[in-house]
């Protein structure tokens, strides 16, 4: 069963970095795209970040320059680098990625950033 793990979400001050991590198992994560959304209450989940399986990456306008995606294909890993958090940036990030072949898309359970003002 393929299961992505998302980790290293917590409370940071306004300004300060945190890095995701999400880990794949069954899954080869360089053979397909990924992506890092969020979804902050009361709102739609939005995309953050996507990287493909070429290494090509797109960010939203509202993190752009301040965040960035990264995989380490050594340890089937995807990456989001957070930094000049802001208190909007507060949301449960989640980790997807869509296959090639069969288009399946898989999250993982999220994880919870919290930035204070």
């Known amino acids: 069963q393929v299961q992505l793990v998302e980790s290293g979400g917590g409370l940071v001050q306004a300004g300060g970095s945190l890095r995701l991590s999400c880990t794949a198992s069954r899954l080869t994560l360089r053979f397909t795209d990924s992506g890092w959304y969020r979804q902050a209450p009361g709102a739609q989940r939005e995309l953050v970040a996507k990287?493909?399986?070429?290494?090509?990456?797109n960010y939203a306008d509202s993190v752009k320059g301040r965040f960035t995606i990264s995989r380490d294909n050594s340890k089937n890993t995807v990456y989001l680098q957070m930094t000049s958090l802001k208190p909007e940036d507060t949301a449960v990030y989640l980790c997807?990625?869509?296959?090639?072949?069969?288009?399946?898309?898989?999250w993982g359970q999220g994880t919870q950033v919290t930035v204070s003002s």
């Open positions: 990287i493909t399986s070429s290494g090509n990456t």
């Open positions: 997807n990625s869509e296959t090639h072949v069969s288009r399946r898309i898989y």
